[in-house]
């Protein structure tokens, strides 16, 4: 039977992930309060951050850049957009 979770960013009952995106508090509230559905939105906007705007993950200022975007995205505030960036139809 699927996981299902109230979730903070679509407001309604969807299937949860499967397991934390990562290890520690932050990947635990992710689990027990997102939907996998809303997860993936975010894993969409993060990859269209990184290669738009050129990110390095090696570099630790971009992995904070893209901490702060992926809280703001969850919490359904503005996130940035790559400049020139139209999305698909």
């Known amino acids: 039977m699927t996981r299902t979770v109230l979730c903070k960013l ?6 949860g992930l499967e397991a934390p995106p990562f290890p520690g508090p932050k ?4 689990f027990e309060h997102y939907s996998a559905e809303a997860w993936q939105g ?9 290669n738009e705007k050129h990110l390095n993950m090696m570099d630790k200022e971009a992995r904070k850049y893209l901490t702060v975007q992926r809280d703001r995205f969850l919490a359904g505030q503005e996130v940035d957009k790559a400049e020139g960036y139209v999305a698909p139809k």
């Open 27 to 30: 990947g635990v509230e992710i």
């Open 42 to 50: 975010w894993q969409d906007m993060q990859t269209m951050l990184i």
């Open 10 to 15: 679509l407001g309604k009952e969807l299937p």
